[in-house]
């Protein structure tokens, strides 16, 4: 008989996994909607979609290892990370999805909100907060718009040895700036940006991905705290916000 093994539980969402399929449960259908047509859309390796209910959504288990996770430094090879890199590329150069994504007003309202919080109840210094804001402001200009991931997070890689075998939890994919794709897979992750842009490709502006850790570091956190998670483990989002006191 296969266990049932908790994923991630927390007040939005759900997932499970049985076996081989993965069962996620979304108090927001239209977040599993979204997830279902950006894998039909996406032209790079996704898990296939056993059924769907309004609520739940049932996939395949995608084979090999994570590509890494956040607070752990990877141990995939340079020639995982390419190849991860080169099916970003491919994603991000794909026809853009029909459905649009943060704004970049709503991002700076945010960023502005996330920041007075953490100040205002004492989470983090006011230093801190006021340098990561300065950081942040690189990657709050205008951009071409790309069909990104929009959570691409290096445990959403699946891996076996160099070759990626698929990417998993689409639900916040939508039109948006390429770099945020980028700057989440190497959230904590730096030393690896490297081997990442050796198959995605150079031209990008690295201080730009710099502003995107600080962004996501600083929004993240109040969430995280709120749904019982410490973003302030070893390696995670308030290592990456104290690490840009350092550059």
């Known amino acids: 008989m296969d266990t049932v093994e908790v994923v991630v539980a927390h007040s939005e969402r759900t997932t499970l996994r049985v076996g081989d399929v993965f069962l996620k449960v979304d108090g927001n259908p239209g977040r599993l909607d979204v997830e279902v047509e950006a894998m039909e859309l996406a032209p790079v390796p996704t898990p296939e979609v056993l059924w769907r209910k309004p609520n739940v959504l049932a996939i395949a288990a995608v084979p090999g290892q994570a590509l890494g996770r956040l607070g752990v430094p990877s141990t995939a090879s340079a020639g995982a990370w390419a190849a991860a890199g080169a099916a970003v590329r491919r994603?991000?150069?794909?026809?853009?999805?029909?459905?649009?994504?943060?704004?970049?007003?709503?991002m700076v309202a945010e960023v502005d909100t996330e920041c007075e919080?953490?100040?205002?109840?004492?989470?983090?210094?006011?230093?801190?907060?006021?340098?990561?804001?300065?950081?942040?402001?690189?990657?709050?200009?205008?951009?071409?718009?790309?069909?990104?991931?929009?959570?691409?997070?290096?445990?959403?890689?699946?891996?076996?040895?160099?070759?990626?075998?698929?990417?998993?939890?689409?639900?916040?994919?939508?039109?948006?700036?390429?770099?945020?794709?980028?700057?989440?897979?190497?959230l904590g992750q730096e030393d690896r940006l490297g081997d990442l842009l050796l198959g995605y490709g150079s031209d990008i502006d690295v201080e730009v991905i710099r502003g995107w850790w600080s962004?996501?570091?600083?929004?993240?956190?109040?969430?995280?705290?709120?749904?019982?998670?410490?973003?302030?483990?070893p390696g995670c989002e308030f290592d990456v916000l104290r690490a840009r006191m350092r550059d």
């Open 91 to 106: 994603l991000h150069e794909a026809p853009l999805p029909p459905w649009n994504g943060p704004s970049l007003d709503d």
């Open 117 to 186: 919080w953490l100040v205002a109840n004492g989470v983090l210094p006011a230093d801190l907060v006021r340098r990561n804001r300065e950081v942040a402001q690189a990657a709050l200009r205008p951009w071409n718009p790309a069909f990104v991931h929009g959570d691409l997070q290096t445990m959403h890689f699946f891996v076996s040895g160099d070759n990626l075998n698929g990417v998993i939890d689409w639900s916040e994919a939508a039109q948006g700036d390429p770099l945020l794709d980028l700057a989440v897979m190497t």
């Open 215 to 233: 962004v996501r570091s600083l929004t993240a956190s109040r969430w995280l705290i709120e749904h019982g998670f410490d973003p302030d483990t």
